[in-house]
């Protein structure tokens, strides 16, 4: 088994789904700097799927963003997935591992990511499986925020509870902007106060998207749509408060033609050049 790359993960990138796979096969894509993929989706198979993923991941980067870890869920940690996590991340040479801040499983899969409720007494709880799968991982666990359109027993903020768990658990944040507008438009938030409020140190890289106008109160993160100027907006802004990090465009149904997501690509690197300038313009 390789060990996991330690060169810094940079620019833009793109979440691989297997329908993609031919078209990023025979396409110069030097326009992607990485790709996530689902260790879930490909830890099953072997033949054609497995040799077509491993010539990509010889010759591109890539990071894991996991679907069924469930950190939150009521029911035990399943190590035994955790450890096939782990020898999938080695044999591809994966050093970035990210999950959901939610659960999708109790007694059963619930096909959906739940919000886990903000509490203190779920903080300490998440904390805690967090720092178990760190431990047989060997390496950090990435959060992700999420989108959620209820909060059953809610006791903290959104913004608290999230702190809160990475503080507890010592774990790196993955910032989606995409969900902090959703979240800030269907409960009422400001989305730039929640982004300066979470830790730049500990965030390892952001994901953007785009998603669905349910109604004019109601947001639907759905990763099926081209991103909005307002999430735009809100991803440069993040650069400028939190630093220029490596940046994932999702797109998981309605997926157009790889030049089109190219495109979102470009727009990613041009936000990124643009407030490195910026910031050089600062320290001048």
Known sequence: MRVPSTTPLAGSGLGLRREMLSDILSAKSAQIDFFEVAPENWIPFGGK?????A????QHRFICHGLSLSIGSPEPLDV???????????????????????????AGHLYDLMPIPFTEEAVSYVAKRVRQVQDILEQPLVLENVSYYAAPGQQMSEQDFTLAVLQ????????????????????????????????GERIAYYHIAGHF???????????????I???????????????VKPTLLER???IPELSVLCEELEQIRALQQGSDSDTLELRA
């Not at 010539?55 to 010889?58: F, G, I, K, N, V």
């Not at 997935?81 to 801040?101: A, G, P």
């Not at 902007?177 to 989305?191: C, K, P, Q, R, T």
């Open 49 to 53: 799927l497995q040799k077509q993923f």
């Open 55 to 58: 010539q990509l991941a010889e």
């Open 80 to 106: 035994v997935f955790v450890r096939q996590v782990k020898q999938f991340l080695r044999q591809y040479n994966i050093s970035l591992y990210s999950e959901h801040l939610s659960y999708c499983s109790g």
């Open 168 to 199: 507890e658990a010592d774990c790196q944040l993955l910032l989606d902007v995409n969900n902090i507008y959703v979240n800030s438009v269907n409960h009422g938030y400001d989305a730039l106060q929640f982004l300066r409020a979470m830790p």
């Open 213 to 227: 106008n349910e109604a004019e109160d109601l947001l639907i993160d759905t990763h099926g749509a081209a991103v």
């Open 229 to 243: 100027d307002p999430v735009w907006q809100l991803l440069a802004q993040a650069y400028q408060l939190h630093g």
């Open 252 to 254: 998981d149904f309605n």
